[in-house]
């Protein structure tokens, strides 16, 4: 079991745009750092639509929609805006989240778990980064544990020394603002894993050495 992480970077390094909010949750021309992935096959198919491109890129994504059994995530991408919960809010995915496993979302205010028919249930943890990473754990099995966002999500375990590994896919955008992928995170031991490269992205696969 591997705890890892994939997330679509710009190529100066931002992962959200500037002025992130309810209207834009990516911040202003976030959302093109995931043009790669809306037209794959295995994108569609985690959003129950019909049809797609396959391919390298499709590859590399079906490989990141398998490999966890279990994910946790930050309370801004589960969004629903800061402070006490609003219980209307689901998830920007409405009915049908493409995780279909456990997913456990770090927050500071406390709310039941949230559970779908499609096999996805989001546990709201209230006590920190170790109690979600244990949690999530025990819900994986023999699978990975995947940091599905936001950014400070993702700095906090590697932070914590947490990540076995990780990729990167770097969209052929220019951000020029917004929120940072490494920032505050302290130096860390890599080596590259895997390169695919193909016109739409570009995507490094990271091992943490210890």
Not at 77 to 88: A, L
Not at 101 to 115: A, I, K, N, Q, S
Request: proline content about 8%; charged content about 25%.
């Amino acid at each position: 079991m591997a705890v890892t992480f994939s997330i679509s970077v710009s190529v100066d390094g931002y992962v959200a745009g500037p002025n992130q909010g309810t209207d834009h949750p990516l911040g202003e021309g976030g959302e093109a750092l995931h043009d790669w992935a809306l037209p794959l096959r295995t994108f569609r198919e985690g959003h129950g639509r019909e049809g797609g491109e396959t391919g390298p890129d499709d590859d590399v994504l079906r490989e990141t929609f398998e490999r966890p059994g279990a994910a946790i995530m930050g309370r801004k991408m589960f969004g629903g805006g800061p402070g006490p919960w609003d219980e209307s809010w689901k998830g920007w995915w409405d009915d049908d989240p493409p995780f279909r496993y456990p997913v456990f979302v770090l927050t500071h205010h406390p709310r039941e778990p949230l559970v779908f028919d499609n096999g996805t249930t989001f546990t709201f943890v209230t006590d920190g980064i170790e109690s979600a990473l244990e949690q999530a754990r025990a819900a994986a099995g023999e699978r990975d544990v995947q940091i599905s966002g936001g950014a400070q999500a993702i700095q906090q375990y590697l932070a914590a020394g947490h990540v076995d590994d990780f990729q990167l896919s770097v969209a052929p955008v220019m951000l020029g603002g917004g929120e940072r992928l490494f920032e505050a995170v302290p130096p860390l031991d890599v080596e590259i894993d895997r390169v695919v490269a193909t016109p739409n992205a570009t995507h490094l696969r990271y091992r943490v050495r210890r």
